[in-house]
């Protein structure tokens, strides 16, 4: 019976063809590798024999970089790609046996994950050319924990990319077929991989492999898009991480004072902020149960097409050989798929931290420009909180006229402000205006964050600039300040009256405010929140020029732009109260 599920979106030419075109793919980026296209084996290019050994993987598509993606000097010499999920037919493992043999005289060792099908088809392929003559060893890699109690032993995991540079180093360094055989095997009995799922991948043409709940996940998926071995609840970073490394360092019977290398795989579909949050949580653990990290390293190594999930590796760097396989971690490669490297070593004991020093000495604590009498303070204070509880309580309108073109979070965003605000001004003086309206730049830049807290930051600065260079409290200095502040918005925001921003609001109320400096200050307030008014409104016919409005289609704007309503909101708090305390 055909599947209801609708078939996931791929930018693929045809299933059908979607290996090949992959391959092809790999070489148009990195030209210095050759492709065998009938073979589907991709190999570095060579013309004489380096007389060393050849490492060989491979297995099936799907989960690039894996396994061409670490063809380089210090790592692969050759891969061989099976259709996706699917093992590599063994003449064409066969084939690459030879091909590498061919310039590589020190012999081919050949290793894949321990899978049916790639104990089948590179067993038969290494055995015939045993029989042709060729100097080869084959080992199956399962360092997977969850599947780690089956007669035929775990799956091959991410850690084979491990091994990829380890042996891939070995060979570089001239040593020998059966040493780097038997350091193969050794490497993997120090090693375990865990990993969990959030989502299904899916093949070419198809529909996802299986679902998962909202709020689950599979613990201990594979790579084939197969699910866990069991289903579990969602928990946080910090959860998921111990839950898998607990059980990793169980597996490998590892204690205190052990030193370990980690690898973070992302399975396909995680974002790197999920994977620097979980990089995170593992050095806090083994911080925390006095493990030395030696190394840790990240990145799509053996994905599982797009699936949402990670896989935690972890090799024991022993008392025996640690050292080694440290320096050969740390060893050179040209292999584009390691993500290792002389950034991933650190150089001294400094820590993390932060140097308060910096910056202290802005001079905004200072009495600057002109000062407000007791009774100035007060009404400057009610304003304040006047217009920091308006944008509290209006949360849910901004973020609805964000909604629709930006990512709704404008009320979040300014009640963030409004809060930091009210919570300012209990305590605050209020003497000198400009030191006042600096710190509402300061709030607005660490408490609003984003593009938000940028604009209102610069426009707050600017204006506290001017206010310092008065020589009074009148309304024309306020209105300098004012324009002060538009023309930092514009300056680095690149908004102008016109673009559908609160500049459409700031500039047609400072112009009525302008117009009627002296009119009485009710007349003037009630004038200039009118003006606010219409130029808020005004935005809902403006074709957005600025702004994140600016790069969505015209149909999804459709109501007044949210920056512009803040403006008006706040502002008739501010001179409703200003007005009403004379």
């Known amino acids: 019976m055909a599947s209801n599920k609708p078939i996931t ?8 063809t979607c290996v090949d075109d992959n391959l092809r793919g790999v070489v148009a980026l990195y030209p210095n590798l050759h492709l065998h296209p009938k073979h589907r084996v991709v190999t570095l290019r060579r013309k004489t024999d380096s007389g060393r050994v050849a490492v060989l993987s491979g297995g099936g598509s799907g989960h690039e970089p894996f396994a061409a993606g670490f063809i380089g000097n210090g790592m692969l010499s050759g891969a061989v790609a099976g259709g996706v999920f699917a093992s590599p037919p063994t003449a064409n493992v066969l084939y690459a046996i030879a091909q590498l043999y061919k310039y590589n005289s020190g012999g081919v060792l050949v290793f894949c994950g321990n899978y049916t099908g790639d104990r089948l088809n590179f067993g038969k392929a290494t055995e015939k050319a045993k029989i042709a003559g060729i100097k080869t060893e084959l080992f199956f890699v399962g360092e997977d924990v969850a599947s780690s109690t089956n007669k035929t032993g775990g799956r091959g995991m991410c850690g084979e990319v491990f091994l990829f540079k380890m042996l891939g180093a070995m060979s570089a360094k001239g040593y020998d077929l059966s040493s780097m055989h038997n350091a193969l095997a050794e490497i993997t009995k120090n090693m375990a991989t865990l990993g969990v799922c959030f989502s299904a991948c899916s093949l070419p043409g198809q529909s996802p492999l299986f679902e998962i709940a909202p709020d689950e996940m599979e613990l201990g998926a594979g790579v084939h898009g197969e699910a866990g071995i069991e289903k579990l609840k969602m928990g946080t970073a910090k959860e998921i991480v111990a839950l898998i490394l607990d059980k990793i360092i169980a597996h490998l019977k590892l204690s205190v004072g052990n030193r370990v290398a980690v690898m973070i795989n992302n399975m396909g579909g995680t974002s790197l902020m999920e994977i620097n949050i979980i990089a995170a949580e593992i050095k806090d653990y083994l911080d925390q149960n006095q493990m030395k990290m030696e190394r840790m390293i990240s990145g799509h190594l053996k994905t599982s097409l797009e699936m949402q999930g990670f896989q935690i590796c972890l090799l024991h760097l022993n008392k025996e050989h640690g050292d080694l396989w440290l320096k050969l ?16 070593v650190k150089e001294g004991d400094e820590e ?4 308060d020093t910096l910056l202290q000495g802005d001079g905004r604590k200072t009495a600057t420009g002109p000062s407000l009498s007791m009774k100035e303070q007060e009404i400057l204070r009610g304003s304040l909180q006047a217009a920091a509880q308006e944008l509290v ?3 849910e309108l901004l973020n609805r006229l964000d909604s629709g073109c930006g990512d709704g979070d404008c009320g979040i965003t300014l009640k963030k402000f409004g809060k930091a605000v009210l919570s300012y001004l209990e305590t605050a003086s209020l003497e000198y205006p400009s030191n006042v309206v600096w710190e509402l730049s300061e709030m607005a830049e660490t408490d609003m964050g984003g593009t938000s807290g940028g604009i209102y930051s610069l426009g707050f600065a600017a204006a506290s600039q001017a206010i310092a260079n008065a020589t009074s409290n009148d309304r024309s200095s306020w209105l300098e300040a004012w324009e002060s502040a538009m023309q930092a918005i514009t300056k680095y925001g690149g908004a102008e009256p016109g673009d559908r921003t609160m500049l459409d609001t700031l500039y047609a109320s400072a112009l009525v405010y302008k117009q009627n400096l002296k009119a009485d200050l009710k007349t003037a307030s009630k004038k200039t929140v009118e003006a606010a008014e219409k130029g808020s409104k005004a935005t809902a016919t403006m074709s957005a020029r600025a702004g994140r409005a600016s790069y969505v289609a015209s149909g999804y704007v459709h109501d007044e732009d949210a920056g512009a309503r803040a403006v008006a909101i706040w502002l008739r708090a501010i001179l409703d109260h200003i007005a009403n305390s004379y």
């Open 9 to 16: 979106k791929k930018v693929l030419n045809s299933p059908d």
């Open 329 to 344: 971690l740390d060893a050179p490669t040209e292999a584009i798929g390691w993500t290792g490297g002389v950034m991933s």
């Open 352 to 355: 993390h931290g932060d140097d």
């Open 393 to 395: 309580r209006n949360e």
